[in-house]
């Protein structure tokens, strides 16, 4: 899933780091498959996490400072209709927990197991 890519990203970088095995900023750009620019973005989120991270010239690795660790953990799950609720936003666009509808419906009596049924999936970070 393309919208997991960041923080299966992050997941790997923060690995990398407690791990200290993160190469120059070059390398580890290149194991993460992003720009030196982007690698840079990803340990200023880090840090803004609470991460204190350096760098070792010597050792050609970014390292954790103090202790710190993270957990990410992603669910993902059918609903089932059930379990939709109709939200609507202002206008004619049907949102079902927080996921698009593939039709967009014409006011509120309009909406139907019929779009709902078209919700598939949803997921929580």
């Not at 989120?45 to 350096?54: H, M, N, S, W, Y």
């Not at 660790?69 to 799950?77: A, F, G, N």
């Amino acid at each position: 899933m393309k919208e997991l890519k960041p923080i299966e990203r992050l997941k790997k970088l923060h690995t990398l780091i407690r791990n200290e095995k993160t190469g120059t900023p070059d390398c580890l750009a290149k194991q993460l498959g992003i720009s030196r620019r982007m690698v840079y973005e990803n340990l200023t989120q880090l840090k803004l996490l609470g991460a204190e991270i350096a760098y070792s010239r010597i050792s050609e690795t970014y390292y954790y400072t103090t202790n710190f660790d993270m957990e990410i953990t992603i669910s993902i799950r059918v609903l089932q209709n059930s379990e939709v609720t109709e939200v609507f936003g202002g206008g004619n666009d049907c949102f079902c927990r927080g996921l698009y509808c593939e039709d967009s419906v014409k006011g509120h009596r309009d909406f139907t197991k019929k779009q709902t049924s078209k919700v598939f999936k949803t997921f929580e970070v």
